[in-house]
């Protein structure tokens, strides 16, 4: 099995996860970092992968990757109306409301 | 402080009041919480309009329910309708959800009283509540010390006597570990049994909500309550099963017991102390104690910290500043979600949902995401081999007794150690209970973990009785 070391983007911060690697995720996830985090948080996340290396080193090719511990299936119901949340009470809960919709800021660069 | 069993019956029989116990819980709570810090939130005039209700109840005749006047601390990732629920979180301080968790009604159905809503690890994700936006709770039995986590405040909450109930939410060992250092019973069902909906989602395939109590047959009392199908949550199982309260064979005559090695190395030798000599008790009270080996349990921790993450990284994704929580204000909608997690969330957060995406992201999803799955295979297989010569497992619950404030905050990996003997039950979707045996050698409590095949918690609690039955008085008790 090809380990993630070998397959993985390159960067400056030595084998294993990089601090590229650590800011491109942030950026996936939605996440600003400070210098000092990307450094903190390449060395802890690089500890957890290293200790993972030992699943990653098992051959399990014989398995099949288990997603859920019970069988998950679809559960229908009637196609029934019936009382929902009420919206001003949901509305209630957002940062920002306008005309009983969630407001939110410009999305994109476009002009409105 | 009587238990749940006791207050329940005299309420229901008019002997006392539901007023009078929650009076005596909020006094409890206004005299010590001031340096537990179990709660968050205090229900003091809704858990005293909620006991009026009982006592009206009983005084027209109805019955209000099992846990009639009984006061339950709510782990604070549970919905509460108009009630905060902040997950421990920045990002959901004085969110207001706008339903009640099914748990929630549940209890409010059997007459219970939610007293309030206890402090945890954010998002559930640590072993110490010190990862607690609004601070740490403190171990009741030695404040110097963590109460574990996630579900510290509410294992913290029966522990210091605020409550003889507790609810807490179990996704890698949140319930079982701190049930351990604050020696308490604590108590994972099989996935399924209890409803999830209105669980602030964390890792949805290992969450499970599930009781805390004084002692097991108090547990069995508040599991038989929300161990309930509920069409809210599509996996809810549809099974009816008999109440765990009063089983039908008590004892542990003839009982196999797998006493797992792979649970109890790498424990301290206190630990390691009390689980043996738990094992010699349920041998003397007629049980069949043998060692059983469960290697593939040490590839558990690796592959949960690569699941739990990565599932977090999608559940907490909602977090976007639109809809509930907290929102930083920028000049356009991607800006404002990024301003927004990287204020609301903490560290901790933000290293699981980076570890999770990592896991995740193309070049590693093989590598670490489906091959932490095919783990978990191997552990629900290991466990089926084991059940076919022992009927239940004994092992430790955490590695040590209480560690001190701050010992492993700055070290990831160390905290995360902590849930090894209990991350197998997760994976496996299977039931599992920690209850207090014995001290170790600094006279804190330690916990021993009885683990049970899928749905047979009625087995666990028989189990989990005849220990308790044998096991040495705690002492530094609050």
């Excluded at chain 1, 950026?27 to 990653?56: I, Y």
């Excluded at chain 2, 996996?235 to 765990?244: A, F, H, V």
């Excluded at chain 2, 990287?342 to 560290?347: K, L, N, P, Q």
């Excluded at chain 2, 992201?361 to 489906?370: F, P």
């Amino acid at each position: 099995m090809s380990r993630p070391e070998e397959t993985g983007h390159s960067g400056s911060g030595g084998p294993g996860l990089s601090r590229d690697d650590v800011v491109h995720v942030a950026n996936l996830a939605r996440l600003t970092l400070s210098e000092g985090e990307v450094d903190l948080f390449t060395a802890q996340l690089r500890t957890v992968l290293e200790h993972a290396a030992d699943v990653a080193a098992l051959d399990l090719s014989h398995l099949a990757p288990m997603a859920h511990p019970i069988p998950v299936e679809n559960v229908l119901r009637p196609d029934e109306p019936r009382p929902s949340l009420d919206r001003s009470e949901v509305l209630a809960a957002a940062p920002s409301v306008e005309d009983h919709r969630f407001r939110v800021p410009r999305i994109g660069t476009e002009s409105p | 402080m009587s238990t749940a069993r006791e207050m329940a019956a005299a309420v229901r029989a008019g002997e006392r009041t539901a007023r009078e116990i929650t009076e005596g819980a909020l006094a409890a709570v206004a005299a010590r919480d001031g340096e537990v810090h179990a709660f968050l939130t205090v229900l003091a005039d809704e858990a005293l309009a909620q006991a009026d209700a009982v006592d009206a109840a009983v005084a027209q005749g109805r019955d209000p329910g099992p846990l009639a006047g009984v006061p339950v601390a709510l782990k604070d990732n549970l919905c509460t309708r108009g009630i905060p629920t902040t997950c421990g979180s920045r990002i959901l301080e004085g969110w207001r959800p706008p339903y009640d968790a099914t748990v929630v009604r549940l209890l409010r159905d059997a007459g219970a009283i939610a007293l309030g809503k206890t402090n945890m690890d954010e998002f559930a994700m640590g072993s110490s509540t010190e990862n607690s936006a609004y601070g740490p709770t403190r171990n009741p039995h030695c404040l110097g010390r963590v109460p574990g986590g996630s579900s510290g405040g509410s294992a913290a909450a029966v522990a210091a006597g605020f409550a003889p109930l507790g609810l807490g939410s179990d996704t890698g060992g949140s319930i079982r570990q701190p049930a351990a250092l604050c020696g308490v019973v604590g108590m994972k069902p099989t996935y399924g049994r209890v409803s999830r909906y209105g669980l602030v989602a964390f890792a949805s395939s290992l969450d499970q909500i599930g009781p805390f109590a004084a002692d097991v047959d108090d547990a069995a009392l508040l599991f038989d309550v929300i161990a309930a199908h509920d069409p809210c949550d599509t996996t809810s199982l549809r099974i009816e099963s008999p109440p765990t309260v009063r089983p039908s064979g008590s004892g542990v005559e003839g009982v196999r017991v797998g006493l797992c090695p792979d649970l109890i190395e790498g424990c301290a030798p206190d630990v390691v102390a009390r689980v043996h000599e738990a094992a010699e008790a349920l041998a003397a009270a007629g049980a069949k104690v043998e060692e059983i080996r469960v290697p593939e349990f040490g590839y558990g921790l690796s592959a949960y910290y690569l699941i739990a993450p990565a599932e977090a990284s999608s559940n907490l994704a909602r977090y976007d500043g639109v809809r509930y929580g907290l929102r930083v204000d920028a000049e356009d909608a991607g800006a404002m979600n990024t301003a927004t997690r990287t204020a609301g969330f903490g560290a901790e957060v933000k290293r699981r949902i980076m570890l999770g995406t990592y896991a995740l992201s193309a070049g590693y999803y093989d590598a670490y995401y489906a091959q932490a799955q095919r783990v978990r295979t191997m552990v629900v297989q290991a466990f089926e081999r084991a059940y076919t010569s022992v009927d239940v497992l004994l092992g430790a619950t955490a590695p040590t007794t209480a560690f001190k404030l701050g010992d492993k905050v700055d070290d990831p990996m160390a905290m995360y150690m902590n849930d090894v003997c209990t991350i197998p039950s997760n994976l496996a979707g299977h039931p599992a209970l920690s209850l207090p045996f014995g001290t170790g050698d600094d006279g804190l409590p330690v916990g021993v973990q009885v683990l049970a095949p899928a749905l047979a918690e009625g087995l666990l609690f028989q189990v989990a009785r005849a220990v308790e039955a044998a096991a040495p008085e705690a002492g530094g008790s609050a």
